[in-house]
């Protein structure tokens, strides 16, 4: 299953989205009950939102991290 958790679970009380994903609080809670359909829209809309937040993340989430390697590994090679 699809999923945009980046394990960054704090929520910005000025828009309501969290700070790793940009999903609302209800949007969370029922991620396991949306179709796939509906799960791939939200994510489409989440980069937008994670724009709109107040302040970013202070901690490099696990995905920023595996990406890195990732590219770190793709450049050695």
């Known amino acids: ?5 980046t394990l960054v679970c704090s929520i910005d009380l000025k828009t ?3 700070f790793g994903c940009g999903r609302t609080r209800d949007e969370i809670a029922a ?4 179709t796939d359909i509906e799960r791939r829209a939200l ?3 989440l980069p937008a939102r994670l724009e709109t937040v107040e302040r970013k993340p202070r901690r490099e989430t696990r995905r920023q991290l595996l990406a890195q390697r990732k590219t770190k590994e793709r450049d050695r090679a």
């Open 31 to 34: 991620w396991m009950d949306y």
């Open 16 to 18: 309501g989205y969290c």
């Open 1 to 5: 299953m699809i999923s945009p958790c």
């Open 43 to 45: 994510m489409e809309a």
